[in-house]
């Protein structure tokens, strides 16, 4: 346990489904984090939030909706995905301070089948 | 540039002996953090070890030691004695202290054979 949870664990959609995925932290961090894995490829940083704000977006499709209401949840809305998009995603928080210390805590991970 | 390179897609050890995950990183800030992380098959990432830049000596955490050559610009991970267990994705990270953002290597994938 890392402290950082992420429900579902596994979530199978359609390509016209809406659904969401939710990330919580219970480490008092203030930095939160998307990370997109697919099979044989390296970690995607999708999005940063830092206290609330997001500061990252790296060219992520509009079909992945980010929300931070606080900075112990973090959410991924989706909607009208592609089967490309099946993946593990994992979140991430860490402390938002100055310093290049502060690990990153990573939840289990959802793994997304698009179907 | 790649900020961080993990050259070796694959690795074989056998159980009881150590291996070397080379990593070598990218940057022009001269204050930054190093991470490995270790991924098994259920997914999750688990932290294993953390060197700072201005850190004198090498990290040590239990059976993992950070090979730091700062002049190279090389952290490579050392697990010594290996066992079945540490059969996983092992990725290396930094840290700069400007923004809140990691950057990881594309992953060593380590297979320990009895």
């Known amino acids: 346990e890392t402290g950082v949870t992420q429900t579902p664990r596994h979530l199978v959609m359609g390509m016209t489904n809406k659904k969401s995925l939710k990330c919580e932290q219970h480490?008092?961090?203030?930095?939160m984090y998307w990370y997109k894995q697919s099979a044989k490829k390296p970690l995607e940083l999708m999005f940063v939030?830092?206290?609330?704000?997001?500061?990252e977006n790296n060219s992520v499709p509009s079909r992945f909706s980010p929300e931070c209401p606080n900075s112990s949840h973090l959410f991924l809305h989706l909607h009208t995905l592609q089967p490309e998009d099946s993946a593990l995603y994992l979140c991430a928080s860490s402390s938002a301070s100055i310093s290049s210390y502060n690990e990153q805590f990573f939840g289990p991970g959802t793994r997304l089948t698009v179907l | 540039a790649q900020k961080i390179t993990q050259t070796q897609p694959g690795m074989f050890v056998q159980e009881k002996e150590a291996v070397t995950l080379d990593c070598t990183y990218d940057t022009s800030d001269p204050s930054y953090g190093l991470f490995w992380y270790k991924q098994p098959s259920s997914g999750e990432m688990i932290f294993l070890i953390y060197?700072?830049?201005?850190?004198?000596q090498n990290a040590t955490e239990g059976r993992y030691s950070l090979n730091f050559q700062k002049a190279r610009k090389s952290a490579n991970l050392v697990i010594s004695a290996s066992q079945l267990g540490d059969s996983a994705m092992y990725f290396c990270?930094?840290?700069?202290?400007?923004?809140?953002?990691?950057?990881f290597g594309t992953g060593t994938s380590l297979t320990v054979i009895p």
């Open positions: 990270a930094m840290r700069e202290p400007t923004g809140n953002q990691f950057y």
């Open positions: 480490l008092g961090h203030n930095a």
């Open positions: 939030y830092n206290f609330k704000e997001q500061t």
């Open positions: 060197q700072g830049s201005y850190d004198q």
